[in-house]
């Protein structure tokens, strides 16, 4: 019948109660509701609607893993993620989850994951009246001498409620007696039964009186708990001894030593003998756990720390403290001792990461949040007062929820993964307290890589020296480009710039390997036609969007020695290089008999001619300057000396394979008459003939200049329209723009023609590797060395 009573008052508590929904707006991250439901309530049982409460879409919350992360150990409550409502998981029992808190209250942390969203919920769990009172004795005796006037008090063992506020003790009572009544005395939340004399005892009329004290709560329908109390009347021993004060206060702080004094009760008793002696003694009625907790010295009535004291399990003690004299019979007296126990900063502060992306993205907004941080302490005041930072210079900061103790991490400064990849952000929670507390956590974070850098090249013109006559299809560049970013942003792909100008045709006879930035040409290029051109290539990564970068080639073609001179003179009628010259035998030695004159295409050494003798009918008649390829007498003519000579003529270039071309010179002695006709006649002939080499050299050397400044013009409008440095390393100098490999310089008083180059002296060789207008004398001793050998 109790328990069905007692069922129904659960139902009939549960219906007038219902749910208590208290919903705050606060901000668009979190939101806190609470409800109340009696205790023993039926696995099963709906809580509420967390989902509809909080206004959460219900039909995401299963893709979002809406679930409870944190509150009580043993799972008391599930929620359902498909409608968002909170059930009961397990059986509540008011009194073993809160003992005597009151409220009893379990905050439950729920999380819905994309976006990220924690709301808490309070849970109130209200006590309902299912224990009833109960004392830890089943009788208890009391010794009261018969001289005790009316009106005195004895305390009565205090019957203990698990429940809590209403459902707790509210009154006790005394069956019907002449002698005795009951008083209740609240002392601070307790209330506290003294058996008051009404009237004056006679022992021998009754020695001993049987009662019954019986403890009611303030449930619906009440419970009651009932001890026997027995009296036995003594003797006189008329004075009872009394405390200094009724209650004791004092202060001490949590983890103090074992033995520690906390205080000294005293109190007097009048009476002599052992009527007035005094002994100290711990109330049957306070929690047996303070046994454990405190001791007390019977006979100074000092109490001293037993146990170890921690403010977080219990911040408050009261104990009973019991004067007994030793007078027949002894009379008691008591007192209250609330020892109050001092918070201590104890405990460290723990961190607790809520949510964490591992990795953020390189081009991540300011104020993304990455981590949600809660900190707990459990110290009290400023003890459990956190204040939490990052130290170091990081591009985090801790941005304050409007809930205590509640952070998120979130980007402060803007990230370059090519700066800095991986960070390992520290989190400092310190606490108020003295001395000061601190944790820390650390938090590994990844930068990922967008695709941010461009393809960058080592350098920018490159310049390539081809000499000419190239194999086509085979390699003569690599260019390399390289980028900053990773995987497929850094994967970099060439091409080369097709354009329609005239300038960047060549570009056509110009391939790149996309992979590997291999250079191949198509055609064989020839000095002689082509000195110079520019291409440009362009690397590509693979990023998305993708992000190039271009370098411009200037090629430069280096002379080959492929050309052979060309004999200019003497050349006959049908072109061989043949010529017939008549001389008086009357001329002296040194007398110039003629001069050979060749030209070569090619430059440098590879243009330098030298001649030489490569057959003659007599060694002793004439001689051939090597460099300028004069023809003189060596001595007189005799008589006995032939009429007609025949001399060749080796024309040489000095590349590193030398090419050479022959002349033929038939030299007639005539008599000094003959002569003088002949050379009238010749002399008028070689007038002509000079003339119009002179013309032709004239026209030759008037287009050449035309190229020229067509290339300087050139040349300078490439300049200006590049944002380039690049200078030619054959056009150092303005005035050879690369086209004139040399010129034939016509000296009037030797009546001689000499092949030159540029700023090139007569026998002056350029120095290979140099630039193309970089010249060196050669030695002359070691050349008349070789002339006259």
Known sequence: MEAGGQRR???????????????????????????????????????????????????????????????????????????????MHKTIDREELCENISPCLLNLKMVAENPMEIHYVGVEIVDVNDNSPSFQEEERFLEISESIPP?????????????????????????????????????????????????????????????????????????????????????????????????????????????????????TDVDEGSNGDIEYFLGD?????????????????????????????????????????????????????????????????????????????????LGTVVSLISITDEDNGLNGKVICSIPGDVPFDLKP????????????????????????????????????????????????????????FLHNPAELYLVENNVPG???????????????????????????????????FINVNSETGDIMALKSFDFETLKTFQFQVVATDSGTPPLSNNVTVNVFILDQNDNAPVILYPLSSNGSAEGVEEIPRNVNAGHLVTKVRAYDADIGYNGWLLFSLLEVTDHSLFGLDRYTGQIRTLRSFTETDEAEHKLVIMVKDNGNVSLSATATVIVKLVEPKEAFAASDVKSAAKVDEEDNVTFYLMIILGAVSVLFIISIIALIAMQCSKSTNYTSKYLQETNYDGTLCHSIQYRSGDKRYMLVGPRMSIGSTIVPGSHANTLVLPDRRRASEEVRN
């Open 474 to 508: 085979n390699n003569i560049f690599t260019v390399s480009a390289s980028d900053k970013d990773l995987n497929e942003n850094a994967a970099i792909t060439y091409h080369i710039v097709r354009e329609e100008q005239t300038h960047k045709k060549l570009a056509a």
């Open 151 to 267: 009106g005195k008090r004895f305390q009565l063992p205090a019957a203990r409620d698990a429940d809590v506020l209403s459902n707790t003790v509210r009154v006790y009572r005394l069956n019907q007696n002449e002698y005795f009544s009951v008083q209740i005395r609240e002392r601070g939340e307790d209330k506290i039964p003294f058996l008051v004399l009404q009237k004056s005892l006679d022992r021998e009329k009754h020695a001993e009186h049987k009662m019954t004290l019986t403890a009611v709560d303030g449930g619906n329908p009440p419970r009651s708990g009932t001890v026997n109390i027995t009296v036995v009347v003594l003797d006189s021993n008329d004075n009872h001894p009394t405390f200094s004060q009724e209650v004791y206060s004092v202060t001490i702080p949590e983890n103090v030593r074992s033995n520690t004094s906390v205080i000294t009760v005293k109190a």
């Open 401 to 456: 929820s409007f809930q205590d103790n509640m952070y998120s991490v979130v980007l402060k400064h803007h990230l370059d993964r090519e700066s800095v990849s991986h960070y390992d952000v520290i989190i400092k929670a310190t606490d108020c307290g003295q001395p000061p507390l601190s944790t820390f956590k650390t938090l590994s974070i990844d930068v990922a890589d967008v695709n941010d850098n461009r393809p960058e």
């Open 9 to 87: 008052g659960v139902l009939s508590w549960w219906v007038a109660l219902g749910f208590s929904v208290t919903l705050s707006c606060v901000d668009h991250v979190s939101a806190q509701i609470k409800y109340s439901i009696p205790e023993e309530v039926k696995v099963g049982s709906v809580v509420g609607n967390v989902a509809k409460d909080l206004g959460l879409d219900v039909s995401s919350l299963k893709e979002r893993e809406f679930r409870i992360v944190s509150g009580t150990e043993d799972a008391h409550f599930t929620v359902n993620s498909n409608n968002g409502v909170l059930y």
């Open 285 to 365: 009625e306070i929690d047996p756990k303070l046994y454990e907790m405190f001791s007390l010295d019977k006979d100074t009535g000092e109490i001293r720390v037993k146990g170890e004291l921690d403010f977080e399990k219990a911040d408050v003690y009261k104990l009973d403290v019991h004067a007994k004299d030793k007078g027949q019979p002894p009379i008691h007296t008591d007192c209250r001792v609330i020892i109050k126990i001092q918070d201590e900063n104890d405990n460290k502060p723990k961190i607790e990461v809520t949510s964490l992306s591992k990795t953020v993205s390189e081009n991540s907004k």
